[in-house]
């Protein structure tokens, strides 16, 4: 047996939690739900601070209504206004603070990768309720746990997600997990908001399954046969058979049905919209309803969603038995119970060898020169709060060839154009050169000594030199 506690720990993103360690919960979550009102001995005493800078309805009501029924207390703040971070207060210092009240955070914030910043200073266990597009771990072990309950098993699963694919936390955390625990994911935006490229990649990267782009043997172009799929990451766990043939795999999927749709809102407050474009979005946006559902491969489909909705998803389906977005609201709870109770240190929970955890923690090295590079991603916290200047934008290498660093923050990819190394003639300004990202170099310089440029004008203002094909391609081109 495997002994699982996650004391002291802090989830931020859903890879803080192994696979174990995740079906360790939700054993956990089935003994709570049977016993929602006899809980209450179990965080006597301890205080959550519920820090919620965005609006909400399920996750917070959730995670304190867990906190309550685990005999605990809830201090909160709940916008930006009615607390020091309108004064300029750094997150940092909010952090410290929250930290030096209460037992446990939860936090929720519009900066990607501002979750991560209160981990690091609170000194408490932090969770992560939600930063920007980046991440929404606790929503996705309800939408898990709900897979599970629903379905019996995660592994094997074809789950098509469904609308805006591009600015929806909850579906960038789902996608990670279900990928980690074996499922095939079905991929269809609405125009123009399609899943992240950094996303796509860290998928087929780090969960060793495929991604098909093949519109044609997706559907995509036949969307009168099959409802139509943008890309599909391919779980490795595929039978044999199918993968060798991977466009007739694919239309077979499809006729074997979906599992469940995942659907998801227009999600108008991360973009700025004109209202011309946020009409062409909407009018754009497709619509799960009664007559959707009446399709051959949606006929044995759960129909999820995070909540809340808007318009894509009618009224007229919510008294139907694949309908499951308001009992994965009500699953909030006793996930959140069990999951603050392993946090607060009070429970802890054994499983079997067999499941004890498979690690998505793929080791990256530190990006370690040069503090000019920055996240491009706007609304990352380290382009947020550089007034301070108490965080440092900090990559992890990913990728060599072509050489990719992600924001530790957010985890949106930097791909830089120029790289030069630290090492080689050092001190020595006439061998100082940087050279094309995608030429032979790259293989020569150690990650530890990599330095990266994003134009050719960063290069020259840290004193090196173009190589001798750039400098001919320069000439040439003058
Ligand atoms: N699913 C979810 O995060 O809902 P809220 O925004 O209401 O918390």
Not at 1 to 14: A, C, E, F, G, Y
Request: with cysteine; glycine share 6%; charged share 25%.
């Amino acid at each position: 047996m495997t002994n699982i506690n996650l004391h002291s720990r802090s989830l931020v993103t859903i890879d803080d939690l192994s696979n174990g360690e995740i079906e360790a919960l939700f054993s956990l979550t089935d003994e709570m739900s049977e016993s929602l009102n006899e809980q209450s001995e179990v965080c006597r005493g301890k205080i959550m601070a519920s820090l919620f800078f965005e609006p909400s309805t399920r996750t917070r009501l959730s995670f304190e209504t867990a906190m309550l029924r685990l005999g605990g207390h809830v201090i909160s703040a709940i916008d930006i206004g009615s607390s020091s971070l309108s004064k300029g207060e750094s997150i940092a210092d909010m952090a410290r603070v929250a930290g030096s009240y209460a037992d446990i955070i939860v936090i929720r914030h519009p900066w990607e990768g501002a979750a991560r910043v209160v981990a690091d200073y609170a000194g408490i266990p932090v969770i992560n309720a939600g930063d920007g597009s980046h991440a929404h771990p606790t929503q996705t072990l309800c939408d898990l746990y709900t897979l599970k309950k629903e379905k019996q098993t995660l592994k094997g699963l074809k789950i098509a997600f469904w609308g805006d694919l591009k600015h929806g936390r909850t579906t960038h955390s789902l996608s990670y997990a279900l990928a980690r625990f074996g499922a095939t994911i079905l991929f269809h935006p609405s125009p123009g908001l399609e899943m992240p490229e950094h996303v796509l990649r860290k998928l087929t990267a780090e969960c060793g399954g495929k991604l098909e782009r093949d519109t044609a043997a997706l559907g995509y172009a036949s969307g009168e046969k099959f409802f139509p799929v943008e890309a599909a990451y391919i779980t490795p766990n595929h039978p044999h058979q199918l993968a060798m043939m991977p466009d007739i795999c694919m239309q077979v999927e499809f006729k074997t049905g979906v599992d469940a749709l995942y659907v998801t809102r227009l999600q108008k407050e991360r973009f700025v919209a004109s209202p011309t474009k946020e009409g062409e979005l909407q009018n754009a946006y497709p619509v799960v309803d009664k007559k959707l559902l009446e399709r051959k491969e949606f006929k044995k489909t759960l129909v999820m969603h995070p909540l809340p909705r808007v318009d894509e998803l009618a009224y007229e389906i919510d008294a139907d038995p694949r309908s499951m977005y308001f009992k994965q609201a009500a699953r909030g709870v006793p996930v959140r119970m069990a999951l603050i109770s392993l946090m607060l240190g009070d429970r802890n929970i054994t499983v079997p060898e067999e499941i004890k955890p498979f690690g998505p923690k793929t080791y990256h090295p530190t990006y370690k020169h040069g503090t000019e590079i920055r996240c491009p991603n706007p609304i990352c916290i380290s382009n947020q709060e550089t007034e301070i200047k108490y965080i440092r934008p900090e990559f992890r290498i990913v990728n060599l060839e072509p050489p990719i660093l992600e924001c530790t923050y957010c985890e949106h990819e930097l791909r830089p154009k120029f790289i030069a190394s630290s090492d080689w003639h050092e001190g020595t300004l006439e061998y100082k050169n940087y050279h094309k990202a995608d030429s032979h170099w790259i293989r020569k310089i150690k990650p530890d000594n990599l330095i990266v440029f994003t134009t050719e004008e960063e290069a020259l203002a840290q004193g090196f030199k173009p190589d001798k094909h750039i400098a001919q391609n320069d000439e040439n081109s003058e």
